[in-house]
C-alpha cells in the first residue's frame, strides 16, 4: 500500500519512553519498546492516512485493515496457546482413534479435533482425516476443518498446502476440500488470494476440472453455507469464458435446497444465456411456482419482495418446457423432435445409414429443415451428417442468418444413404465444435466406425464431455423396446450428458 498523506514530525518513543528500572527488574516485555513504536506509527496511520514508519515495528499494513496479515488479539492469542496445548495432551488418544477400525470411532475422532483450532489438529485432519477410504470419515474430516475456516494460522497453512500441490503439478484428493474451505474463509485477505489461485487453474485443462469439480462437490454438500462460495465462483473470470463452468455452478445451486441459492440463481440469470439461461428458468419455475420467464428485473423485483417469506415449492427434476422461454433474443423459439431448443450454439448429428432410406431419412430432413428454420439469428449452429463416414456441413459454427439457413437447407435436401451406423465418430466430430449442445439422431445402434460398442461409447463420450459439459440430446426413431440395448444406449448417452432422450416411430 502507499502511503496517502505526509507522516507529522511527532517525536517518537525511544528505549526511555520504558522505565530503565522495569526492564532491568524484567518487569516489562523485551519487546515493549516495539510495541510503543507500533502503536506510534498506528496513530500516525490514523490521523494521516499513511503508513510510513509502520516497519519499524514489522507491521506492513494500515491500520484500516487492508493488505494486513491477519493477527490474533491478546485474548486470542491466549486461547490459542492453551488450544495448542490441550492438543498436545490429546493428540495421542484422538491419533489412536483415527486408527480404529470402525467408522464412526474414526468420525467422533476428527469431531474431537474440532475442539482444538491450532494448524497441528488440521495437519491431522488433512493428512489423515481427508485421505480416510470412508467417505463418511472424509466428509466429517471437511466439516472440522469448516469449523477451522476463520482461524488466519490455519487458513494460511491450508493455502500453503494446496499451492504446494499446484506448483508440483498434482492435484491429490485433498486439493478440493482444501480449497473449498478456503472459499468459505471470512480471514481478511484470503479472498483475494484464493481468487488469485482459482484464476490460475482456469487456465489449464486439469485446472478447469478442479473448478467444475469444486462446484459438483459444493452442490453435493448442499448446504445453505455453500452457497457464498459458489457465489464466488461466479466472480471468476473463467466463470465467463468456459461454458462448463457456468454449468458446473448453476447445476450445483440447483442441488441446493435453499432460499440463498434461488436468490444467486436470480442474481446469475440476467449474466447467462442459451442452455444455462434455459436450466435456470426451469428450477426456478419449478420451485417458486412463479412464470416471469425471460424477464430478469421481474425476477429480482420478486425476490426483494419475497426473500424473507419464501419456501422451497418442489424439486429439480427432468427438464421440461418453460413458460414464456420462447419470448427475447437468443431464447430458443425453434423446435426438434417436440424438443425445445434452448442453445445459443448447437450441432445437429443426423444417421443417414441404410436403415434410414424411404420414409424415415424424408421425416428427419423436414424435421432438420424445420428446426433450422426457426432457429433465432444470434444463434451459431452446424450440422453433421453420418453413416460409415462422417460428413461436417461445416468445420466451424455459423451464424443463423438468411443466407446461412438457406445454404443448410440445400446441403439437407442433398443427402444420401450410406452404409453402416458409425456413431461413435460422429458424436466425436461434434465434440470438436465449440458448442453447448448436440442434437443426435439415429435408428439403430452403433455399427463401424472407431468404436462400436454402446457402453464403450457412452462411456468415452461422457469422460470427454467433462469438462465441456456439452448437452447431448438424443432421438431414437424407432428404437426398440424400452429398456433394450439401443434404447438404453441413447437413453444414457442423455442422461450421463446433461441431455434429455426421445423416442419417435419416424
Request: aromatic fraction near 8%; charge should be neutral; charged fraction near 25%.
Amino acid at each position: 500500500m502507499r502511503c496517502r498523506g505526509r507522516v507529522a514530525r511527532v517525536t517518537r518513543p525511544t528505549r526511555h519512553s520504558v522505565p530503565r528500572a522495569w526492564i532491568a527488574a524484567g518487569k516489562v516485555p523485551v519487546n515493549a519498546l516495539h510495541l510503543r513504536l507500533a502503536a506510534w506509527a498506528l496513530q500516525q496511520c490514523h490521523v494521516y492516512g499513511c503508513i510510513a514508519g509502520l516497519a519499524v515495528c514489522g507491521v506492513t499494513a494500515c491500520a484500516s485493515g487492508a493488505d494486513k496479515a491477519p493477527t490474533k488479539s491478546e485474548p486470542a492469542a491466549a486461547a490459542a496457546a492453551d488450544a495448542k496445548e490441550e492438543f498436545r495432551t490429546a493428540k495421542r488418544e484422538i491419533q489412536a482413534r483415527l486408527r480404529n477400525k470402525q467408522p464412526f470411532e474414526r468420525i467422533a475422532a476428527l469431531r474431537q479435533v474440532g475442539h482444538y483450532p491450532t494448524v497441528d489438529a488440521a495437519k491431522l485432519v488433512v493428512g489423515v482425516g481427508l485421505k480416510d477410504d470412508t467417505p463418511e470419515v472424509r466428509s466429517a474430516a471437511y466439516d472440522t476443518l469448516l469449523d477451522f475456516k476463520d482461524d488466519p494460522e490455519i487458513a494460511r497453512y491450508l493455502l500453503l498446502t494446496v499451492s504446494k500441490e499446484t506448483r508440483r503439478g498434482s492435484q491429490s484428493a485433498t486439493a478440493l476440500p482444501l480449497v473449498a474451505v478456503l472459499l468459505a474463509s471470512n480471514v481478511p485477505g484470503m479472498d483475494r488470494e484464493v481468487t488469485a489461485y482459482l484464476e490460475r487453474q482456469g487456465n489449464t485443462h486439469e485446472g478447469l476440472a478442479l473448478l467444475e469439480t469444486l462446484a459438483d462437490e459444493l452442490g453435493d454438500h448442499g448446504q445453505a453455507e455453500d452457497v457464498p462460495s459458489l457465489a464466488k465462483l461466479t466472480a471468476l473470470k473463467t466463470f465467463h469464458e468456459e461454458f462448463g463452468l457456468r454449468r458446473a455452478v448453476v447445476q450445483a445451486l440447483v442441488k441446493i435446497s435453499a432460499s440463498q441459492a434461488i436468490g444467486q440463481l436470480i442474481s446469475i440469470l440476467e449474466k447467462v444465456q442459451g442452455e444455462i439461461r434455459g436450466e435456470i428458468l426451469k428450477h426456478l419455475t419449478d420451485s417458486t411456482g412463479e412464470e416471469f420467464g425471460l424477464d430478469s428485473k421481474a425476477w429480482s423485483d420478486w425476490w426483494k419482495d419475497n426473500e424473507k417469506t419464501f419456501q422451497m415449492n418442489g424439486a429439480a427434476g427432468p427438464r421440461k418446457e418453460v413458460k414464456g422461454l420462447a419470448a427475447g433474443p437468443g431464447a430458443g423459439g425453434s423446435m426438434y423432435y417436440g424438443l425445445r431448443i434452448y442453445a445459443q450454439k448447437l450441432v445437429f448429428i443426423i444417421d443417414t445409414s441404410g436403415s434410414m432410406m424411404g420414409p424415415r431419412l424424408a421425416a428427419a430432413k423436414r424435421e432438420l429443415l424445420q428446426a433450422v428454420d426457426g432457429l433465432s439469428d444470434d444463434t451459431q449452429f452446424s450440422i453433421v451428417a453420418f453413416n460409415s463416414v462422417v460428413y461436417p456441413w461445416q468445420k466451424q459454427l455459423v451464424p443463423a442468418n438468411s443466407t446461412m439457413k438457406q445454404a443448410a437447407a440445400r446441403w439437407i435436401n442433398a443427402l444420401e444413404i450410406g452404409a453402416t451406423t458409425a456413431s461413435y465418430d460422429a458424436l466425436e466430430a461434434g465434440l470438436r465444435f465449440d458448442a453447448e449442445a448436440i442434437y443426435f439422431l439415429t435408428d439403430g445402434a452403433p455399427h463401424g466406425g472407431k468404436v462400436s460398442s454402446p457402453p464403450d461409447i457412452v462411456t468415452l463420450i461422457s469422460r470427454e464431455n467433462y469438462t465441456r459439459r456439452l448437452s447431448i440430446y438424443t432421438i431414437g426413431i424407432d428404437a426398440g423396446p424400452a429398456g433394450g440395448l439401443f434404447d438404453e444406449f441413447l437413453a444414457a448417452l442423455a442422461r450421463q450428458n446433461w441431455g434429455v432422450y426421445r423416442r419417435v416411430d419416424q
